[in-house]
């Protein structure tokens, strides 16, 4: 998208649907789950919406009709898409305001039984996706000089578990990228923002959204089927509501600086404090050691 074309869609926005407190969200991953969420609660607060997924006849009837939405191809993986994705936005509602880097899919298994072709495709979806999808969007922003680009991470990009590699790698992954990002974009006006949901009760436990790696070392087996039965048994139990971080996601958006990291949910503010205690932990565990690999003429 060239710096030509940015300032074409500048000249854009300064004269399709302005109103004031009207803000354009781009969401991704929008047809289920937390993204219907989102786009429901940026129309109900007023807000335009582009609303993205493989299908946007299924995510259109997942939002509901509103004038303020516009349903569009995107698989987040295919950079074309993207940028064609972006287009849509801006000629349809001449900006965007808020980018939503919210599709997502589950690769769950013990690394070893994980296939490095699921690894990979787990590492394109929650990782490459949201860049692929934002690299499209900067230009946007760029030229509007404003624009919040709003990531959802998860506690699992703050802390790392058993089964959990292949998707704790994308989102450590999501958490170092976003958190650089934030002082490129600065100067252009431009603001980002990590959530790490903690356990919502989501569709990203259900079978559409995960897929368990074949059990295929005998070690594993025993911990494999316990795992899966306990994550199984969540699924539509989890504590927290969407909706409820859906709203709150609204109300940061309006925030001059939003936070670069929202812990969402009192699990994951739990989470953060445990994690920051077991850094400062191993930070003093052998500082001696830690703190004497100079060289000796510095």
């Not at 039984?113 to 996706?129: L, S, V």
């Not at 990009?157 to 990228?177: H, P």
């Amino acid at each position: 998208m060239s710096d030509q074309k940015t300032s074409d869609q500048h000249h854009l926005s300064e004269h399709k649907e302005s109103m004031p407190g009207k803000k354009v969200w781009f969401i991704t991953g929008a047809g289920r789950g937390m993204g219907t969420d989102i786009a429901k609660a940026a129309l109900a607060a007023g807000h335009a919406v582009v609303a993205t997924g493989r299908d946007p006849e299924k995510v259109a009837q997942a939002v509901g009709q509103s004038e303020n939405l516009l349903a569009v191809t995107l698989d987040v993986t295919d950079p074309a898409a993207a940028e064609a994705a972006v287009q849509a936005a801006v000629d349809r509602f001449g900006r965007i305001d808020v980018l939503v880097n919210n599709a997502g899919n589950f690769y769950a298994g013990f690394f070893e039984e994980i296939t490095p072709e699921d690894f990979r495709a787990q590492i394109e979806t929650t990782m490459f996706g949201p860049m692929n999808v934002t690299r499209a969007a900067l230009p946007v922003l760029r030229a509007q000089r404003s624009g919040l680009v709003l990531t959802i991470s998860s506690t699992a990009g703050i802390v790392g578990g058993e089964f959990l590699s292949a998707y704790a790698a994308s989102k450590f992954g999501v958490e170092g990228w976003a958190e650089s990002l934030a002082p490129e974009v600065a100067p252009f006006g431009i603001r980002t923002m990590i959530v790490e949901p903690g356990f919502f009760r989501t569709e990203l436990l259900t079978p559409e959204s995960t897929s368990y790696a074949e059990s295929t070392i005998n070690d594993y087996t025993d911990r494999t089927r316990q795992t899966v039965a306990a994550w199984q048994s969540m699924d539509g139990q989890q504590g927290g509501d969407p909706a409820k971080l859906a709203a709150a996601l609204i109300q940061l958006a309006e925030l001059d600086e939003p936070p670069l990291r929202f812990a969402a949910g009192a699990d994951a503010v739990g989470v953060f404090e445990t994690r920051a205690k077991a850094l400062q932990d191993q930070a003093g565990a052998h500082r001696e050691l830690s703190s004497n690999l100079a060289h000796d003429d510095a």
